[in-house]
Every structure is written in structure tokens, then in C-alpha cells.
């Protein structure tokens, strides 16, 4: 029996860039970032006061007002990306199976944003003041849980939680229901909305992210030698996967394959990736074989790049033991160096980016590479966006917790 093949049919994006996919589309190409300081709290005490926040985007298309303030960030981001992508793929759920389409969406952290909030009615007014909406708005599985309802999905239904990997499994989890004949449609990805004070502390805790804030366009600098830390982001970034001969036979317009898919886990530190890349490199080695590809055939990777220094200079070395002597001659371009790192709906951003320069035929730039790192000497795109027509690409999206996970995209059939 001859496997099932898996297209990208719809696309949907929320993001720093924008909130439509030809503005998004435009600003990777032109290299603009979206990376600004935060203006949705009081920063002045956090060491990070920069974010790739979400500020071009009106719900009030796609969401009622009232459901609208039932709805954390991450939940309202991740319903008009899905809104979005279902409309991108001009798809008609009321002339489909139900039993046959389901959704795969997820989020690294859920609803931070109303856990903070009542906290603080808990120690202001009180525990009898709870809304009774707070642990439906706060978990991570609503998501998935509002678009069955939204388009009457009976098929499978729920969401992954592998922190900055969260979006990149959901994808491929969901290519492998449609590949073993489980689904003939689903919706995928992830969304993030945490950028509040319980969030970018937390972070800031960590010293994880940048404190360039005083430059906030230049501190998500992957691979560059000046990089301090990765810049915090929200936002959606979600597909309408399909059954190729589903496809096909309502005509729909394909963007490309979801043809490979590997994940791994380190199984070395609870946030430091293996100090060789070793589940990185085994990941991508196992979404080229699960795509039927050899390494000689990938001729675009777009990295999990956070700029961090462990982090980038390890991805390289994954890169480079999955590539071999291939690797230097790949574009490879981080889509976080104009969005920043959008945490649980990573992955989705950056695949719908992989999915529209297939399409497009182009590759965006890595935008802040003024001067590479000692061992960052791939083919990084510094700058300028670059004309080249992709027939392969690898998404890599690695997570706390040594969760590692690829995708292998390739053009339309």
C-alpha cells in the first residue's frame, strides 16, 4: 500500500510582522523586524524591556467581542491564524467528513496572562472573586477544543506541550494522522501570548533574553558574535494540512509537501541543548529519511536559532554532522532575527515563513549578522533576501526540556 502524501493547503500567521500573510511575506523579504520595546505593562524594572509583541491585529472579523474577552492571547491569536489559514485554503468544513478532520494545536505556556490576572483578584478581593472562566481560559488544550467546536471537527483533537517545540510537533504529529489514513484534514500549529510581567520575569530570571534595550530592531542577532540572549514574541503560526488526493480533488491550491518529520530528545539537561548536538542532528537526519530525501537534496534550512551562544553554536554542529560537507553550500536564514522567539508557536511561524518561500521562490534574510561567531560560518543570508528556488527545506525547533524536532517541506507535488 502506498503511503499518503500530506500538502499545505491554507496558511494563517499573528505576528510582530503583521497579522496577514502578504504583509508578512513582504516584511521577511524587505528584512524588517518587528522586535520593539514593550508597551503593554510597565518594563522599567525588568532587565528585558524589548518584545516582539503582536500590535497590527483587529480580531473583530473573525471573533465575536463577547467570546473575544473569554479568550486568553494565545487563544485569540491561535483562532484568527486558524480562521485565517482554514479561509487561505478556501475549504468548507459543512462539505466534509467530520469524523475525517480534526485540529493539532498547541502552546508552550497557555494562558499566563489570566493566571497573572487572578492571582491578583486572589490577593486583592479574595478567593470567592475567582472567574469561573479561568482554568477554561488558561489550558492549553482550549484551542484545539474552540475550532472543533467553531467548525464541528469530530476527528482527533487536542494539542502537544514541548515548550519552544510545541508548534514544530504539532505539525508533524498531525502529517503522520493524515499520512496513516486517520484524517483526511487538520488544522495545525501553535500560538503564544506571553508576554506579561509573570512571563518576560520569568525569563528575565533565567538571563535568557537580550537587553539591548536600547536598540530593540537589533537584539535578535542569530549567529552574530554581539548576540545576548534571545527577545521574547507572541503570536500564531498555523496550517490546513491535507491529504494530497483530498487536495487534488477539490482543486485546492497547494503551497508544498509536509513530506518528513524526526524529533529526538537530548536526554542531557532540563534547558542547555547537548553540548555536540546530538538529538538536533538525529532529528534532522530522521525528517530527510522519513521524506525519502537524501542530504544532498535539502537546499534550505530555516534553524530554531534562538541567539543564544549554546544554543546557535550547537545547531550549527547539528547542522553540520546531518549535512555533512553539503551543509556550506545551504542557505540557512532564522526568521527569529525580525520576530523574535515566539516560544510555543515558533515552529508555526516559521514554517508558514518556510511554506510561503517555497512558494514564492525566494529566501528571506538572517537580518543583525554584522559579524558571525566563531564556528557560525554556514551560508547564514546576512541581510539581504536572496532569489533561490527551493525543492527541499528542513525546520528545526528544539525546546526545554532536550525536545528536539524537524520538518522536512518540499515543493508542491
Not at 23 to 50: E, H, N, P, T
Not at 174 to 194: K, L, Y
Amino acid at each position: 500500500m502506498s503511503r499518503r502524501r500530506v500538502v499545505v493547503t491554507g496558511l494563517g500567521v499573528v505576528s510582530p510582522l503583521g497579522s496577514d500573510l502578504k504583509l508578512f511575506l513582504d516584511r521577511l523579504l524587505a528584512g524588517k523586524s518587528g522586535i520593539r520595546r514593550i508597551q503593554s505593562f510597565d518594563v522599567s524594572g525588568y532587565a528585558s524591556q524589548i518584545a516582539g509583541e503582536v500590535v497590527e491585529f483587529n480580531p473583530d472579523p473573525y471573533i465575536p467581542k463577547k467570546e473575544q474577552r473569554r479568550m486568553d492571547p494565545f487563544c485569540l491569536y491561535g483562532m484568527v491564524a486558524s480562521k485565517m489559514a482554514v479561509a487561505d485554503a478556501g475549504l468548507d468544513f459543512s462539505k466534509e467528513d467530520p469524523s475525517r478532520c480534526g485540529a493539532l494545536v498547541g502552546s508552550g505556556i497557555g494562558g499566563l496572562l489570566i493566571l497573572q490576572d487572578q492571582m491578583r483578584v486572589l490577593i486583592e478581593k479574595g478567593p470567592s472573586r475567582f472567574s469561573p472562566f479561568m482554568i477554561p481560559q488558561m489550558i492549553t488544550n482550549i484551542l484545539p477544543g474552540y475550532l472543533a467546536i467553531e467548525y464541528g471537527l469530530q476527528g482527533p483533537n487536542f494539542c502537544i506541550t514541548s515548550a519552544c517545540a510545541t508548534a514544530t510537533h504539532c505539525l508533524g504529529e498531525a502529517m503522520r494522522m493524515i499520512r496513516n489514513g486517520e484524517a483526511d484534514v487538520m488544522i495545525a500549529g501553535g500560538a503564544e501570548g506571553s508576554i506579561c510581567e509573570l512571563g518576560v520575569g520569568g525569563f528575565c530570571a533565567m538571563r535568557a533574553l537580550s537587553t539591548r534595550n536600547d536598540e530593540p530592531e537589533k537584539a535578535s542577532r542569530p549567529f552574530d558574535r554581539a548576540r545576548d540572549g534571545f527577545v521574547i514574541a507572541e503570536g500564531a503560526g498555523i496550517m490546513v494540512l491535507e491529504d494530497y488526493e483530498h487536495a487534488k480533488a477539490r482543486g485546492a491550491r497547494i503551497y508544498c509537501e509536509l513530506a518528513g518529520y524526526g524529533r529526538t530528545c537530548d536526554a542531557f539537561h532540563i534547558t542547555a541543548p547537548h553540548e555536540e548536538g546530538a538529538g538536533a542532528s538525529r532529528a534532522m537526519s530522521l525528517a530527510i529519511q522519513d521524506a525519502g530525501l537524501s542530504p544532498e537534496q535539502i537546499n534550505y534550512i530555516n534553524p530554531h536559532a534562538t541567539s543564544t551562544q549554546l544554543g546557535d553554536l550547537c545547531e550549527v554542529k547539528a547542522i553540520k554532522i546531518a549535512l555533512g560537507e553539503h551543509a556550506k553550500s545551504i542557505p540557512v536564514s532564522a526568521t527569529k532575527s525580525m520576530i523574535g522567539h515566539g516560544l510555543g508557536a515558533a515552529g508555526g511561524l516559521e514554517s508558514v515563513a518556510v511554506a510561503l518561500m517555497i512558494h514564492r521562490g525566494a529566501v528571506h534574510p538572517t537580518i543583525n549578522l554584522d559579524d558571525p561567531d566563531d564556528g557560525c560560518d554556514l551560508d547564514f543570508v546576512p541581510h539581504t533576501a536572496r532569489e533561490h528556488r527551493i525543492t527541499a527545506a528542513l525546520k528545526n525547533s528544539f525546546g526545554f526540556g532536550g525536545h528536539n524536532a524537524t520538518l522536512c517541506f518540499t515543493a508542491a507535488p
